[in-house]
């Protein structure tokens, strides 16, 4: 059985059924000492330097605390425990002015970064006075929290009780784009067909890139109509919704999936809009982690920067929203006038 889920990813679960109908069962303690056994190999092939010494670090790190409490859903700022320091390859007790690091916390309201979308930039704030200021947040063993930054005033410990602050108009920026790119890969089904599938994104502050399965490239009366629907639902300033539900409900009441994507036991589905034909649908609906805007409307606007091939059978569009489309378009305006 454990086999079956190391080697060629059988869920254990289903590999139960199976047997269950010819009165059969599986040896759980077995398995989950296999299971055990395979995370100790694990950790002593990443054990030494560099990558794997970190990568190492991490997962006993996860073990001992578990994940991070991630409140940044509904919250920019938010009190928080410092929990762990990580220099390098090890655990340290403190960290002085002047020192680099990853911090980890209880809770935090920073988004780690995770599918395709960046990590929050911004500042903790200690209460012995100390500033860490924060230039990424990375998903460390699938579940923690690492603040990566500079600690710039006094110092700290292991223990010291932090106010964490995002970057809002860096957020707000980077869940404009996130949510664009929901609408635009609906736009793109209604536009191309319903074989286009994401292949891969790229979701920062001031652009967006979406990959895609598609075997021509796009005409410019296409991508005209992709950004002519976009805009109409982010016009439609209606609210985007988010719910919990298992993936199998998830998918039966039609969210999109993305293949070979793990999920867990509960997802996050995304609604956002209203179908253009004005049936009681939503425009789009997805299975989604990160945060997103409260209005179709907080977008702002939407524009196509380029579209290219990246390989056989796949396309890339670049994209840009609110100011950073605006900008986008008074520069070719210039050009125009130029002209």
């Known amino acids: 059985a454990f086999q079956l889920y190391d080697t060629y990813g059988f869920p ?4 139960q059924d199976v047997l269950r109908a010819r009165g059969i069962g599986v040896d759980m303690a077995g398995f989950h000492a296999a299971m055990d056994e395979q995370k100790a190999l694990a950790r002593a092939a990443w054990a030494g ?65 995770s599918g395709g979308q960046a990590g929050d930039h911004g500042v903790i704030r200690f209460d012995n006075g100390a500033v860490f200021e924060v230039e990424d947040t990375l998903k460390r063993a699938g579940a923690i929290h690492g603040h990566k930054g500079k600690l710039v005033e006094g110092a700290i410990k292991v223990g010291d ?11 707000n920026a980077i869940r404009a784009n ?31 890139r979406f990959d895609f399965a598609h075997g021509a490239g ?4 296409e991508i005209d109509a992709i950004e002519a629907e976009v805009n109409a639902v982010v016009r439609q300033n209606t609210e985007a919704s988010t719910r919990l539900m298992t993936p199998d409900e998830a998918i039966a009441e039609g969210a999109m999936a993305l293949f070979g994507e793990k999920y867990g036991d509960e997802v996050r589905v995304l609604a ?10 939503s425009y789009s609906v997805e299975l989604c982690g990160g945060p997103h805007v409260s209005r179709t409307g907080d977008i702002g606007s939407f524009v196509s920067v380029s579209e290219g091939a990246v390989a056989a059978g796949g396309r890339r ?16 305006a210039a050009i125009a006038r130029a002209a």
């Not at 956002?272 to 649908?281: S, V, Y």
Request: aromatic share 4%.
């Open 272 to 281: 956002m809009g209203r179908k253009l034909d004005h049936a009681p649908k």
């Open 12 to 15: 254990v679960d289903l590999t």
């Open 49 to 113: 330097s560099g990558e794997a010494g970190t990568d190492a670090i991490w997962l006993t790190l996860k073990d001992e605390q578990g994940g991070s409490e991630f409140l940044g859903y509904s919250q920019s700022e938010a009190s928080g425990q410092l929990a762990a320091i990580i220099v390098g390859c090890a655990k340290v007790d403190v960290l002085a002015k002047g020192d680099s690091g990853e911090l980890v916390f209880n809770q935090t309201p920073f988004y780690a970064e």
């Open 161 to 171: 009780a932090a106010r964490l602050s995002i970057d809002t108009a860096r957020r």
């Open 218 to 221: 796009l005409s410019r009366a």
């Open 178 to 208: 996130h949510s664009a790119t929901h609408l635009m890969h609906a736009a793109l089904q209604n536009v191309l067909g319903p074989h286009v599938t994401q292949k891969g994104s790229l979701v920062e502050a001031d652009r967006l």
């Open 317 to 332: 569009i670049e994209a840009a929203t609110g100011q950073a489309a605006r900008e986008h378009l008074k520069a070719e």
